[in-house]
């Protein structure tokens, strides 16, 4: 948001152009002086002007007279250069209109003869296009000059320290340019310094700054600062000796820690701009007593804690912004004392309690923002009684109730009511029908259940973005007089979409003009054919956004996508449409396209491979057929996500997938698919590498208020789920249900990066590679193959996993010990002749030579428990060789039993003798 300038800097700020020019024309009776019309004839002869903008310079002519040209009254010397370009053109310029624009920015190089215009005071070569060459040097020796405007005109290299020559300088602006400075030593000589912006300037080596303000006391004048350093620290107490400063902007910069206590010193503080920081703790009280304040920015930082009663001290503050923080407390009562208050914005934080009724008192309030907090309770009417200047009214995503009485009229005319999330009653809002001047409207699941009333069908024709979602509205839209974004998600809508034949603008002449770029329609009862809408309303239009999906439309999508170039996304998907993808959807600009569980067929037109910056190709759960075409790395090498689940593809995986090193999902399960697994697979440059992974992009609305982030309905982990914020996050290939053949290629283990594979139900053979234990898997499914052998040890090693499934295989032996592989129940390794925990099947100590003729696994029938040979075998070598020698030879068990008489008699008397 830009810093307004506070009221004491306007006496200064008089060097404007219209200003200016009025004293040009002024002068029209003198003529220039003749050295300083071929000084500036000697400056244009060294630019680079492809429109012809100086036309005007001319020899002989009266330089005075000469475009961008001020001359001083009396005296006729040129004093002022007004050499900036028109502004740039809007959003909805056309590409000559920018074209015209780029061709009017100044460039080339700057000739010295500008020295001879020794009363030139005033220099602006803003927004021109210099980024091949630095500040001139001798611009440090235009000793009269008292207003320099370099800004945005894409110099670079090093700030030139003679700048510090021109003690005259009151205003210097070098922002949005390609800048460094090693030293600010310069700085001191700019005695007359009164507003200064080094915006964007890479001063992370000007470490000196720090001692400039000791230096000169002089610079105790300057009144405007604006530091906004790239990626510098640069805040010492020593700045703060500038006890004269009015506005001070440090935004978007590398701030930490806590708001230094510095600013205690600054009480002639109108503006504090900290926004977009790093700055965390507590708001600090100090600034509490900058009473003088017009404008406090702190937001986007990392600050806690409590809004204190003492902000209630901050009397002269019009414009408080403390949004994108992580404050926690209720927003105080004392808010109502900021009489002067014209923009509140307190959203994005974790603020809770209630609205405070004193904010009815700011009678001066135009900006009020507290959405996406965790604000509850009851809105009265009475909060709104004196909030008559409110324009913008923004409180979604909290848990607030407002259901004023059905005549109530609201004494504010907005242009902006988001109020989602709200319960606002099960009747359609009726003060709405009062707010003549609505451009943006959010109302979505609001417990509305209701019939939308014609009144609000002809409310406002400045209507830009519309959000009805998540409610229960029923019936039929017969138009909308919307410019930019529809909104009608999850309703109970109903009718053809023919009857959205109005959804346009209408220009001053009475013809129509289609300009809605976002209409999302999904989750109603929406019937019919696509004809109308796409042939009729959208075409020749600017739509970038397109969902009619999971509603009830039936035939065929009409061929007329021709003019749709800035067509962007397109979500058909859950319908009953049937036919053939119409070629001309392959002359679209499409990102997206979602064609999911309709009952289209046939093949793939060859059209589609002129969407080369297609990330997302959905053609999932229909009747395609046909081989999956070569042509899609070709052309559609942006792809990230391809998803031809469950249709009739036959013939080969493609080799040519194998290139599209920005895939992170494969799906092309439940087809008709033969052949092997190519090995080139392990080419698939995203789910190997990180740094190949796509950053999904963002769409948004004009408005601000539309997000459109890509979305995709992927089956993982056994189950479907819809992926949107974390889609960039998951990789998967699911190629199971076909009839593919040969062994699991080893190389997909070099797919470090792939999350879920499936190769289930297919006719796979051989052993299940070592590789696979090498992957981070989290959901691994080789179910219904024909694999045979062990399960690789190297599975021990899969820590992540929560999906796994071997079952209905030819399967042996041991199941790998491991923390993962033991915390799946049996039904993950049936069908197998697996042993060992999570089965109840032991293993035994030892086991038999594999059975060759059995595909290489071990006979069951055939284990041996060697424990218990042995033990039969001990007992029988013992019995026969010592028992039955004396139960059949007399003289040896003779011996034996006068031996055992011997042994029992000296045992006898040795106890005896002990006994004594």
Known sequence: MTTPLPLSLFPFLLFIPAFCFTICHA????????????????????????????????????????????????????????????????????????????????????????????????????NNNFSSIHIPKFFGLLESLQYLNLSYAQFQGAIPHNLGNLSKLQYLDLRGNDLKSKSLQWVPGLSSLQYLDLSFANLSKATDWVQVPLKLPSLLELQFVILWFRKCFIFDQLIFSLHGLLSIDFSVNSLEGPVPDYFGNTSFLEVLDLNLNNLNSSIPNFLYSLNRLHFLSLSSNQLQGTISSAIGNLSSVTHLDLSENQLNSQIPLSIGKLSSLKLFDVSENQLNGQIPSSIGELSSLKYFDVSENQLNGIVLEIYFSNLTRLTTLKASQNMLRFEPNSSWIPPFQCQTIELGRWQLGLKFPYWLKFQKNLSELDISGAGISDFVPIWFLNLSPKFKYVNLSYNQLAGGISYLNVKDSVDLTSNRFTGPLSRYNNLHASDPIGTTIPTLQFLILSNNSFSGSLFELVCHSLSRGRIEVLFIDKNLLTGEIPDCWNHLESLKILNLGNNNLTGKIPPSLGRTG?????????????????????????????????????????????????????????????????????????????????????????????????????????????????????????????????????????????????????????????????????????????????????????????????????????????????????????????????????????????????????????????????????????NGSSSEGSNVNWLYVSIVLGFVMGFWGVVAPLFFIRSWRHAYYLKLDHVSRKLYVSWATMGM
Request: aromatic residues 8%; contains cysteine.
């Open 27 to 126: 002068n029209s009776n003198l003529l220039c002086i003749e050295s300083e019309r071929e000084a500036l004839l000697k400056f244009k002869n060294h630019l680079i002007d492809r429109s012809n903008r100086l036309s005007s310079w001319i020899e002989g002519g009266d330089c005075c007279e000469w475009t961008g040209i001020v001359c001083h009254n009396s005296t006729g010397h040129v004093n002022q250069l007004h050499l900036a370009p028109l502004s740039e053109p809007d959003e909805f310029a056309t590409n000559a209109e920018w074209e015209a624009y780029y061709n009017s920015l100044l460039g080339g190089k700057i000739n010295s003869s500008l020295l001879e215009l020794k009363h030139l005071s005033f220099l602006d070569l803003s």
């Open 590 to 854: 499409l990102h997206w396209l979602n064609l999911r569980n309709n009952s289209m067929f046939g093949e793939l037109p060859s059209t589609l491979q002129n969407l080369t910056n297609l990330c997302i190709l959905d053609l999932s759960e229909n009747h395609f057929s046909g081989n999956i075409p070569a042509w899609i790395d070709d052309k559609l090498s942006s792809l990230t996500v391809l998803s031809l689940r469950s249709n009739n593809f036959d013939g080969y995986i493609p080799h040519k997938i194998c290139d599209l090193q920005y895939l992170q999902n494969l799906d092309l399960s439940h087809n008709n698919i033969l052949g092997a697994i190519p090995n080139c697979l392990s080419n698939l440059s995203a789910m190997a590498y990180r740094r190949y992974q796509k950053n999904y992009q963002f769409l948004w609305a004009s408005t601000r208020t539309t997000l459109i982030s890509f979305s995709a309905l992927l089956m993982l982990k056994g189950r479907e789920d819809d992926y949107s914020a974390t889609l960039g996050l998951v990789t998967s290939m699911d190629l199971s249900a076909n009839s593919l053949t040969g062994e699991i290629p080893k190389e997909l283990g070099s797919l470090v990066e792939l999350r879920s594979l499936n190769l289930s139900r297919n006719l796979l053979t051989g052993n299940i590679p070592d590789e696979i234990g090498n992957m981070e898997l989290e959901s691994l499914d080789l179910s219904m193959n024909q694999l045979n052998g062990e399960i690789p040890s190297s599975f021990s090693n899969l820590n992540f996993l929560n999906h796994f499934n071997v079952s209905y295989n030819n399967l042996t032996g041991q199941i790998p010990t491991s923390t993962q592989l033991q915390s799946f129940e049996n039904f993950s390794y049936m069908g197998n002749h697996l042993c060992g925990p999570p089965l109840t099947k032991h293993c035994s100590t030892k086991r038999s030579p594999p059975d060759v003729a059995n």
